[in-house]
């Protein structure tokens, strides 16, 4: 489903091996702002988690091969990743629930839930995972933190040097709208603009920083106007 440009994508990773709830969740979430991926069994689930950016992972908690208690804890103790967990399962007396926190679990929803309280549950997850989301601006998989200035594409750190990381705030705060040419070289030298195209230069250093592993670029350039960041061309 397409997104609206600057949306916060969040990703999240659903382990169920009951594929009609699968499909119910993804029905739903596909409507907001929301990457799925899948595993319908813990092993799967395990080497999806080592290997991709989630955001939030959402566990059932009977799963064939490795049940939920068993992947959270070697989640947590053996692979050190720290992402919100929220489990998914039809026990609901209070010792399953402590069990399933002891176990490395952030939240709690038991079946049969409403898929309303499953979004509102993942955003509060994620937010309270990303800090203050004021603080931070998204353009699909890029993201720049304000408060501590990192970037990151695609779970990925970007270095920057100062001058690349105020024309990247500035892009991705008015995307994906195009910003002028002479916005950005008085962002940069303010009455002082240095002879030749030195915007140039430091446009050409952003993209090769923020595009050039990637197979999508994100920065664009607007023939005689200026420059913007989107997903689409």
């Not at 739903?28 to 950016?53: C, E, Q, R, W």
């Not at 409403?114 to 603080?135: F, I, M, P, V």
């Not at 950005?184 to 090769?208: F, I, N």
């Amino acid at each position: 489903m397409a997104h609206k440009l600057g949306e916060t994508h969040i990703r999240v990773l659903i382990v169920e091996d009951n594929r009609d709830i699968c499909a119910n969740i993804a029905a739903y979430l596909d409507k907001h702002n929301y990457i799925l991926d899948f595993a319908y069994d813990g092993v799967s689930a395990m080497n999806l988690a080592l290997t991709n950016p989630f955001d939030v992972i959402v566990l059932d908690l009977m799963l064939p091969r490795m049940d939920g208690l068993s992947f959270c804890k070697k989640l947590r103790a053996d692979a050190n990743i720290d992402k919100p967990v929220l489990m998914l399962t039809a026990r609901d007396t209070l010792e399953d629930k402590l069990k399933g926190f002891e176990a490395g679990a952030d939240d709690y929803l038991v079946k049969p839930f409403a898929l309303q309280e499953l979004h509102a549950r993942l955003q509060a997850l994620y937010k309270r995972s990303h800090g203050k989301t004021d603080n931070l601006l998204t353009v699909g998989e890029l993201t720049l933190n304000k408060s501590t200035l990192q970037v990151h594409r695609a779970g990925r750190r970007v270095d920057l040097h100062p001058a690349g990381m105020k024309l990247l705030q500035r892009l991705m705060e008015e995307a994906p709208a195009v910003v002028e040419r002479d916005a950005l070289e008085t962002l940069l030298w303010a009455d002082e603009v240095p002879d030749g195209d030195a915007l140039r230069s430091h446009m050409y250093k952003l993209r090769q920083a923020i595009d050039r592993s990637f197979d999508r670029p994100l920065i664009h350039t607007v023939h005689r106007i200026g420059y913007r960041i989107s997903e689409d061309v």
